[in-house]
C-alpha cells in the first residue's frame, strides 16, 4: 500500500481507500470495506484507520450508519474512454528565487498533491518571482491561463484588479491567502487567532510591553491580521497599543533583523517581550541581542512567527509555526467541491511549537 514516505500514515490509508472506490467494487449504495477488515489487512493502528475514514466521510464519499455498517454515498468513477487526469495550474510566490526548494512552496504543493494525487490530478507549477508589480503580475497570469482552466494563487496579494480579469476571461480561481473578491474560495491561516492567543499568554506571564516585528509585503492581508490579534489582546488587557512597539520591515535576509533592532532601540521605550515575523529576521535580531549583551530569555522573552526550526547556541526558539502543507490540502479539498457549494473557505490554525526562548517576568514570580 505504501506508495510515498512523505506522506502521513493516514493520507497513505485514505489514498489506499480511495482507489478501492475506484475500483469500481463498491457501487453507490454498497457496504463499503470496514473498518476492523482494513486493519487486519493493512496491520495499521485503528486511530489512523478510523481518521482516515472519517476524512472520506468529512468529504461526501462514504456514510456510517450506527448499526449497519458504512456505505458508498458518492463516487464519479470514470470510463475508459475520459480523460484520466484533470489539471490544476499553481502560481506561487516566490521572491526568494529558491523554486520549488523554498519551504512554502514545497509544502503548499506536497498538501496539494495529497489531496489531488488520488483523483488522478495534475498539477503545474510555475514559481513567481515578481509578485508585487500587480500589472506585470496580471500580465503574467493573464498569458498563462486560458478560459475553463484552474488556477490555485498563493502567496501573494490577491486584489480584485488582478482577480477580476481572470474571472471574467472564465478562469476558476482559488487562493491560498485570503483574496479581495469574496467570490473566490480559498484557504487561510488564521493569523489573528494565533497572534491573539500568543500576545495573550505572554501578558498572562506578566509581560505588559510588547514589541511587534512583521513583514510588510507578499500578502497584505495576513500582516493586517496579525497586528489586529495583536492590539485586540493588550486592549482587552487594558494596555495601550504604542505605535512605536509596531515595527516594520520588507526584506528576506537576515539584515532584517538589524533593521528590526535599531529601530526599536531609537524609538527608546522600553519592551520585556518581542514577537517577530520571519525566520531571518528572528536569527538577525538575537544577534544583535547577544552582541548588546541581552540575555534571551532572561531579560528579553521572544516568540516567531515562522516554519523554520531556529536554534542559536543554547536557544530553541518558541515558534507560531503556520501549516502550509495543511493549507494546500484544504485548497484541493476546495478545488474539487462542484461550483456553487457553500463551503468557501478553509481556516487553519497555526501550531505553537515551544522553546525555551519565552519567560515569566521577575516581578510578576514575586506577586
Not at 16 to 25: A, M, P
Not at 298 to 307: A, F, I, Q, R
Request: aromatic letters at 6%; a negative charge; charged letters at 25%.
Amino acid at each position: 500500500m505504501m506508495e510515498r514516505s512523505d506522506l502521513s500514515k493516514k493520507d497513505q490509508v485514505r489514498n489506499y481507500l480511495i482507489r478501492e472506490l475506484q475500483s469500481g467494487k463498491y457501487p453507490k449504495g454498497a457496504v463499503f470495506l470496514s473498518e476492523n477488515t482494513l486493519i487486519q489487512r493493512l496491520g495499521i493502528c485503528k486511530n489512523t484507520v478510523r481518521e482516515a475514514y472519517s476524512s472520506l466521510v468529512s468529504d461526501g464519499l462514504l456514510e456510517r450508519i450506527r448499526g449497519k455498517g458504512t456505505f458508498v454515498i458518492g463516487f464519479e468513477r470514470r470510463t475508459d474512454g475520459e480523460e484520466a487526469r484533470r489539471e490544476v495550474r499553481l502560481f506561487i510566490g516566490d521572491p526568494m528565487h529558491n523554486h520549488e526548494d523554498d519551504p512554502f512552496v514545497g509544502a503548499i504543493v506536497t498538501g496539494l498533491h495529497a489531496a489531488l494525487d488520488p483523483f488522478d490530478w495534475r498539477i503545474r507549477l510555475k514559481c513567481m518571482d515578481t509578485v508585487e508589480n500587480g500589472r506585470q503580475l496580471l500580465q503574467a497570469l493573464d498569458s498563462e491561463l486560458h478560459p475553463g482552466d484552474n488556477a490555485v494563487l498563493a502567496g501573494f496579494d490577491f486584489p480584485s484588479a488582478l482577480t477580476d480579469p481572470l474571472l471574467e476571461k472564465g478562469v476558476r480561481l482559488l487562493t491560498v491567502g485570503r483574496p479581495e473578491d469574496k467570490r473566490i474560495p480559498f484557504a487561510h491561516n488564521d493569523y489573528r487567532g494565533s497572534m491573539y492567543e500568543t500576545v495573550k499568554s505572554l501578558i498572562a506571564l506578566g509581560h505588559t510591553q510588547i514589541a511587534l516585528a512583521d513583514r510588510r509585503t507578499s500578502h497584505l492581508p495576513s500582516f493586517e491580521e496579525r497586528r489586529d490579534g495583536y492590539i485586540q489582546a493588550l486592549s482587552e488587557a487594558g494596555i495601550i497599543p504604542d505605535a512605536r512597539l509596531m515595527a516594520e520591515y520588507r526584506g528576506f535576509d537576515i539584515s532584517c533583523g538589524d533593521e528590526i533592532w535599531n529601530r526599536l532601540k531609537e524609538c527608546g521605550v522600553p519592551y520585556s517581550a518581542i514577537v517577530i515575523y520571519g525566520d531571518w529576521a528572528t536569527l538577525g535580531f538575537l544577534r544583535n541581542a547577544a552582541a548588546s549583551g541581552i540575555r534571551v530569555p532572561e531579560d528579553l522573552s521572544l516568540v516567531s512567527c515562522c516554519n523554520t526550526p531556529l536554534q542559536l547556541a543554547d536557544l530553541r526558539v518558541t515558534r507560531i509555526a503556520a501549516r502550509h502543507s495543511e493549507l494546500g490540502k484544504a485548497v484541493g479539498k476546495l478545488l474539487m467541491n462542484p461550483e456553487g457549494s457553500p463551503e468557501n473557505c478553509f481556516m487553519v490554525a497555526p501550531r505553537l511549537v515551544e522553546g525555551n526562548t519565552v519567560m515569566q517576568r521577575i516581578q510578576n514570580k514575586e506577586s
